[in-house]
Each structure stands twice: as C-alpha cells, then as structure tokens.
C-alpha cells in the first residue's frame, strides 16, 4: 500500500510562487497515475493536475493551466506541484492523490489513496 505526505504549503502574497511535494511509500508508486486536489472552505475539493506514471502526459485544470506544473520523479517517490502567479482563490487545502489501478486518470474517483494535504494561503 502507498502512503502519501505531502509538504511545502504556507501564506504567499498574490503573484508569489510555492512548490509542494509529495513524497510516496510503497513498491507500487512508480506505476501509479498521480494527482493534485484541493478543497477550500466550504467548496467541493476539485482536481489539479495529474501526471501519468511514467511522468508523462501533465494534464491541469482550466483554473491554473499556464501557472501550476506538475511533475514526479519516480527514482525519489516524489511528485511536486510549481504553482506560480498565485491568485488569492488559489487558498485551499491542497492534496495528493494516488490511483492503484490506473496508469493516467482525470477522474477523482479513480484515486484511491490520499495525503492527509497541505494548506496554502493567497493573500491579495
């Protein structure tokens, strides 16, 4: 089984930058298709960003295409999360996920093994 804990959150002014990670235990983790979900006060947790296992295919949410980049190296069970230009409705609490059956996956049910998550704050 994968365990999953995630670092690197915290309070940023609007346009700073944070790098979370995501570091991965367990035998399985390379194959596995990784993911970044967040959930702020009141709202649904939404999807991120995903990666694939090999550490291809990134795909990102509409929300934060062209600011987040998501990326894993394997060797180090680690998956990280660049987020740059950050906006104040970035302020949720940020999770990673991992799937144990699919390669690649954009749907959260899909993700079976979760971080406890990290919280970023944005202010204006």
């Known amino acids: 089984q994968v365990q999953l804990v995630e670092s690197g959150g915290g309070l940023v002014q609007a346009g700073g930058s944070l790098r979370l990670s995501c570091i991965g235990s367990?035998?399985?983790?390379?194959?596995?298709?990784m993911g970044w979900f967040r959930q702020a006060p009141g709202k649904e947790r939404e999807f991120v960003a995903t990666?694939?296992?090999?550490?291809?295919?990134?795909y990102y949410a509409d929300s934060v295409k062209g600011r987040f980049t998501i990326s894993r190296d394997n060797a180090k069970n680690t998956v990280y999360l660049q987020m740059n230009s950050l906006k104040p409705e970035d302020t949720a609490v940020y999770s990673c996920?991992?799937?144990?059956?699919?390669?690649?996956?954009?749907?959260?049910?899909?993700?079976?093994?979760w971080g406890k998550g990290t919280q970023v704050t944005v202010s204006s």
């Open positions: 996920a991992a799937s144990s059956r699919y390669y690649f996956s954009v749907t959260t049910g899909e993700y079976d093994i």
């Open positions: 367990g035998r399985a983790f390379s194959i596995n298709a």
């Open positions: 990666i694939a296992g090999s550490g291809g295919n990134p």
